[in-house]
């Protein structure tokens, strides 16, 4: 079986991929965030890519699903009227498409995500 699939050698070195300026968060509560990414993969509303951005708060309301895989960093999320949990290098996250909170990043963050319908 052949792999036809243009992203695996990006998946491979997402922890030290070459990342495009994507410019200021707009979910940012606080601060300017400066965000950075790479998409790897994308069809309509689904894409999957490489995502780094600063410290600081933001605020979500999703409308697609988003699964994430922490690379680098760390961050406390807080769902509206949830409890905080916080997740870091190595951990692996769901949101839910209406998941609606906080993110709180305390070190730049470094993630595999890939958006669903």
């Given at each position: 079986?052949?792999?036809?699939?243009?992203?695996?050698?990006?998946?491979?070195?997402?922890?030290?991929?070459?990342?495009?300026?994507?410019?200021?968060?707009?979910?940012?509560?606080?601060?300017?965030?400066?965000?950075?990414?790479?998409?790897?993969?994308?069809?309509?509303?689904?894409?999957?890519?490489?995502?780094?951005?600063?410290?600081?708060?933001?605020?979500?309301?999703?409308?697609?699903?988003e699964?994430?895989?922490?690379?680098?960093?760390?961050?406390?999320?807080?769902?509206?009227?949830?409890?905080?949990?916080?997740?870091?290098?190595?951990d692996?996250?769901?949101?839910?498409?209406?998941?609606?909170?906080?993110?709180?990043?305390?070190?730049?963050?470094?993630?595999?995500?890939?958006?669903?319908e």
């Amino acid at each position: 079986m052949t792999d036809a699939n243009p992203a695996t050698p990006y998946l491979a070195a997402a922890a030290t991929a070459e990342l495009e300026d994507w410019g200021p968060l707009a979910e940012a509560t606080g601060e300017e965030m400066l965000t950075s990414g790479l998409t790897l993969w994308k069809d309509g509303d689904q894409e999957v890519g490489v995502w780094e951005c600063a410290p600081g708060p933001s605020y979500w309301t999703l409308e697609t699903h988003e699964f994430v895989q922490i690379l680098v960093g760390r961050m406390t999320v807080t769902p509206d009227g949830g409890e905080p949990t916080e997740i870091s290098a190595g951990d692996t996250a769901v949101f839910p498409r209406g998941w609606s909170g906080t993110w709180q990043i305390h070190e730049t963050i470094r993630k595999v995500y890939v958006i669903f319908e």
